[in-house]
């Protein structure tokens, strides 16, 4: 397995374990401890990555919901105006046959 941690963490976690060095301790004991806090901070930073992409997914997933919702409201109001303009045919036959039948009692 490469060593996949960057300078600056390995800057990090050395500086940490030179600040909690104890009296008597060997540069062994040093960079062993430095390794360990290497391993954390490497292993902080995939679990927030993580965390960032499993939230981008929500966001993501959240603006699709609202498009088809909207998307949705868009085609029920396209249905309402169809049939409001259903309606004008019905009245314009129903008002036809009053004139004929008018013009037919009047004559």
Known sequence: MTNKV?????EQALKV???????GQ???QTKLIAQGIEKGISEYKK???????ERDKDRKQQVKQKQ?????LAGVDKLSDVNSTNKLPWLLLGLSWLGFISYLLLS
């Open 68 to 72: 088809r919702a909207a998307e949705e």
């Open 6 to 10: 960057s300078k600056e963490t390995q």
């Open 26 to 28: 060997s540069k062994e």
């Open 17 to 23: 374990a030179t600040g909690r060095q104890k009296k």
């Open 47 to 53: 679990l927030q990555s993580k965390k960032s992409r």
